[in-house]
């Protein structure tokens, strides 16, 4: 029987809180299956070293029968020479009382360093998720700094809100998650996002039949936009196994199919749907299938859900204006 050759798979911050939460998993072969041998590429900076060794040498003890090899360092041309996937993780946490964009001052050089190297050393197949805060804005950032590879490869993570609506809504019907569909969550992962029942079904039926309109409003919509500042002030840092989970699901559902009647969330470059500029990354419903997303095509909109997506879709092009102005 022919071997499946490794792939690669490149995560920044690998020594962070997200990362340690993340690569585990990834080795583990939750990512890519059983069967299908992998070699990570760890990313770090210069001062974290030390800490990326010791996960390395945690990794060795796991023995994990599909973990081929282990590249550790702070070199970019080596950490994304021919990746197959990379997770851009790697970037500053905020802290209580800031939000997401007070970040964009500090980290957009990270993504437009990373947005370089990628485009030197990925190749076109080459998918990217950027988890790193302000992600959406990361990941345009990126994108633009990689002219050779196609915009569409260049992603950033909304998996987690989604995660968060479901669970929500969920706790509130006191029904399992595995009967909700089609939840989405539009624009920027940030205060401003818009989680959107309007589509949403249980059990195949109209999931605003079983909610307050005043529930989703004034409950629902602001306790998943704030849930991340929410865990930062429970837990003294933000989220990290939370957030490692919705990458894997993130990465995993790009590259197999969304199961058959329902949606993920992702945000990707627009192209233009639903009004929204093209190229600025977005958070759509998406669909996948054959290796590639698909963002929901007409979709009825109301003019609350048109306010909405309006408000976070000005926030995302303020936020482009700093970074790429
Ligand atoms: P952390 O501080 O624990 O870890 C970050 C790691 O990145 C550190 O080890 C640091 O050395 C490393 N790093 C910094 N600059 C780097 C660079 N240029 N190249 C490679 N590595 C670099 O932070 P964390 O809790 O793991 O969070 C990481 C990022 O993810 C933050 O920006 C956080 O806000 C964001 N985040 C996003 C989501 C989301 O849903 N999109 C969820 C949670 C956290
Ligand atoms: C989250 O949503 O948990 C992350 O983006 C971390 C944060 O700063 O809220």
């Known amino acids: 029987m022919n071997a499946r050759p490794p792939l690669r798979v490149a995560v920044t911050g690998a020594s962070g809180q997200i990362g340690y939460a993340l690569v585990f998993r990834i080795a583990s072969g939750e990512l890519l299956g059983a069967g299908q041998p992998l070699i990570l590429h760890l990313v770090e900076i210069p001062a974290a070293l030390p800490a990326l060794r010791g996960v390395r040498m945690e ?10 090899d282990i590249v550790t360092t702070d070199d970019l041309g080596a950490g994304f020479r021919d990746v197959d996937l990379a997770f851009l993780v790697g970037a500053k946490p ?85 009967l909700l569909r089609r939840l989405c969550v539009w624009g920027n992962h940030s205060g401003t996002q818009y989680p959107d029942l309007s589509h949403a079904l249980v059990d195949g039926r109209p999931l605003l039949e079983s909610l307050d309109a005043d529930w989703v409003e004034k409950e629902f919509i602001p306790a998943v936009a704030q849930r991340g500042a929410e ?32 949606w993920t969330s992702m945000a990707v470059p627009s192209d233009g749907s639903y009004g929204i500029p093209e190229g600025l990354v977005y958070s759509f419903p998406v669909t996948c299938s054959g290796g590639r997303y698909h963002i929901v095509p007409d979709l009825p909109i109301s003019s609350y859900s048109r306010e909405r997506m309006e408000r976070t879709r000005r926030e995302l092009e303020g936020e482009k204006s700093t970074a790429l102005g």
């Open 59 to 68: 990794l060795e003890d796991c023995a994990f029968p599909e973990l081929r």
């Open 231 to 262: 865990i930062i002030k429970v837990r003294g840092a933000s989220s990290a196994a939370s957030a490692a989970n919705a990458a894997i699901q993130h990465m995993r559902l790009w590259r197999e199919n969304t199961p058959a009647g329902d």
């Open 94 to 178: 905020r802290g209580a009382g800031m939000e997401r964009s007070d970040l964009l001052l500090q980290n957009t050089d990270i993504f437009k360093t990373q947005g370089r190297a990628l485009n030197e050393h990925a190749t076109s197949e080459t998918r990217v998720l950027v988890v790193g805060n302000p992600a959406n804005t990361n990941a345009l950032v990126a994108q633009r700094h990689a002219p050779d590879l196609p915009a569409r490869n260049f992603t950033a993570m909304t998996r987690l809100d989604h995660n968060r609506a479901l669970a929500k809504v969920a706790d509130k019907l006191q029904q399992p998650v595995s």
